[in-house]
């Protein structure tokens, strides 16, 4: 079974830095097209980043290019998400997403099987 497990989130002032970790349970790791969606309060989940099995290609939300890095290292298991200039609109839970096929969507939450817990972010202003 495959499991996800995210850490790195906490409080952070408006322009401060929080680095997510995500780290992923198997062998094949590096065959998984990986994600990060967050859901505020209130809200519908939504998509933030995606990462490409190799790691050669990144997709962002508007609302964070420019802010964020996704990034992963397939020798650890590990999906990193790099937040910089946080602002208190980024304020959410985290949620580490996966799958094993290619697909054709990289922001749609229905094209992951795989779903961490989540990890709250909070920013204050």
């Known amino acids: 079974q495959v499991q996800l497990v995210e850490s790195g989130g906490g409080l952070v002032q408006a322009g401060g830095s929080l680095r997510l970790s995500c780290v992923v349970s198997?062998?094949?790791?590096?065959?998984?097209?990986m994600g990060w969606f967050r859901q505020a309060p209130g809200k519908e989940r939504e998509f933030v980043a995606a990462i490409t099995r190799s790691g050669g290609s990144a997709f962002y939300a508007d609302s964070v290019k420019g802010r964020f890095t996704i990034s992963r290292d397939n020798a650890k298991n590990t999906v990193y998400l790099q937040m910089n200039s946080l602002k208190p609109e980024d304020t959410a839970v985290y949620y580490c997403?996966?799958?094993?096929?290619?697909?054709?969507?990289?922001?749609?939450?229905?094209?992951?099987?795989?779903w961490g817990q989540g990890t709250q972010v909070t920013v204050s202003s």
């Open positions: 198997g062998r094949t790791f590096s065959t998984y097209v």
């Open positions: 997403a996966g799958r094993d096929y290619i697909g054709s969507s990289y922001s749609s939450r229905n094209a992951y099987q795989y």
